[in-house]
């Protein structure tokens, strides 16, 4: 049996969440029962949504337990198997969490699954071609399904999220314009994600500001929004929508630490007859086949390239996952098990 080192919510963060919060432990992996497989991870995907999920409050999911791993998508290996489904060797990504390895029941629907690692890189299915592109596919594609010529926009451009979302919405023919903080990454989404432009929202860190920075780089207007960080951008897009646009709400980080985070022109959701929806992409299992398809195609063909962000070793998690909270990370944030 494998000596296994996890990481705990140890207690509730009290406003913004530190270290502190976190507890590393060592246990014993248990033996497998029956139709029962025993997964080394090789990578651990940190996401902001797990922010909230440590809060005790209500939401769309239950919230992390005291005591317990954290939880968290994996991709690793399969190392030993009880089941007829899955043989040592496997490559597999699952919710192991943030620990060393995993127990999975294999016959417990959409907790693992084999991925083919020929043309997509085992790391990616926990990024592009994981949960957080079908994100992005889910948001562009069945809430603002933009037309050819549509200015779409997104915060939190160069993660995960964005610069997946980039490249769908290219491939569709849209305007595509991203904000982010820091003139590396709107660089680096301008010059190598290929949105159209870029605004640093560390130089335009109010509603007036980055209005006019919007209206700069839309001059036709907003058709869609993707909104990860909420706040005061949210408030800015909502002045330079057009009629009729629509916006998917994926997340507000803005929030996390339990601020309020009012709108100041709310009433411009009538003015333009805005659409307003949002998602948990786990809840559309139906869409995920026909997205993860496209999102490896586009991988394959060149046309996605994400970047990623790797912290080294377990205990790295927690500062790594903090530093995503403030944006220190430059991609995809994972952490490299082994």
């Known amino acids: 049996m494998a000596t296994n080192r996890q990481i705990v919510l140890d207690n509730r963060p009290d406003g913004e969440a530190t270290t502190s919060n976190f507890k590393l432990v060592t246990s014993e992996t248990p033996a497998l029962a029956d139709g029962q497989v025993l997964v080394r991870h090789h990578y651990l995907s940190l996401d902001p949504y797990m922010r909230g999920r440590m809060n005790e409050s209500k939401s769309y999911a239950a919230s992390q337990a005291l005591g317990e791993v954290m939880i968290g998508g994996?991709?690793?290996?399969?190392?030993?198997?009880?089941?007829?489904?899955?043989?040592?060797?496997?490559?597999?990504?699952?919710?192991?969490?943030?620990?060393?390895?995993?127990?999975?029941?294999?016959?417990?629907?959409?907790?693992?699954?084999?991925?083919?690692?020929?043309?997509?890189?085992?790391?990616?299915?926990?990024?592009?071609?994981?949960?957080?592109?079908?994100?992005?596919?889910?948001?562009?594609?069945?809430?603002?399904?933009?037309?050819?010529?549509?200015?779409?926009?997104?915060?939190?451009?160069?993660?995960?999220?964005?610069?997946?979302?980039?490249?769908?919405?290219?491939?569709?023919?849209?305007?595509?314009?991203?904000?982010?903080?820091?003139?590396?990454?709107?660089?680096?989404?301008?010059?190598?994600?290929?949105?159209?432009?870029?605004?640093?929202?560390?130089?335009?860190?109010?509603?007036?500001?980055?209005?006019?920075?919007?209206?700069?780089?839309?001059?036709?207007?907003?058709?869609?929004?993707?909104?990860?960080?909420?706040?005061?951008?949210?408030?800015?897009?909502?002045?330079?929508?057009?009629?009729?646009?629509?916006?998917?709400?994926?997340?507000?980080i803005a929030g996390y630490d339990g601020a309020p985070l009012p709108l100041q022109n709310p009433t411009l959701i009538l003015i333009n007859r805005l659409t307003i929806e949002g998602f948990i992409v786990s809840e559309h299992v139906e869409v995920w086949p026909e997205a993860l398809k496209e999102l490896g195609t586009l991988v394959a063909q060149g046309k996605l390239k994400p970047r990623e962000s790797v912290a080294q070793g377990l205990q790295a998690a927690p500062e790594a996952f903090l530093g995503l909270l403030k944006g220190k990370n430059f991609g995809k944030q994972l952490v490299k098990l082994i």
């Open 74 to 252: 994996t991709v690793g290996e399969v190392v030993e198997s009880r089941s007829p489904k899955f043989k040592p060797g496997d490559q597999v990504v699952g919710m192991g969490g943030w620990q060393e390895y995993s127990v999975v029941d294999a016959d417990a629907p959409g907790m693992l699954r084999k991925v083919d690692t020929t043309h997509v890189p085992l790391s990616y299915y926990l990024g592009a071609v994981g949960m957080p592109g079908v994100t992005a596919w889910y948001g562009l594609v069945k809430i603002i399904n933009p037309k050819p010529g549509s200015t779409v926009v997104v915060s939190a451009a160069s993660g995960a999220v964005g610069s997946t979302y980039a490249a769908l919405a290219k491939a569709r023919g849209c305007r595509v314009v991203g904000i982010a903080g820091g003139p590396e990454k709107c660089r680096y989404a301008v010059e190598e994600l290929h949105f159209d432009a870029c605004i640093d929202y560390r130089v335009h860190g109010d509603v007036k500001s980055m209005s006019k920075a919007l209206k700069e780089a839309c001059p036709d207007g907003i058709d869609g929004y993707f909104e990860n960080v909420g706040g005061y951008i949210l408030d800015a897009v909502l002045l330079r929508t057009n009629a009729f646009a629509r916006i998917a709400v994926c997340g507000m």
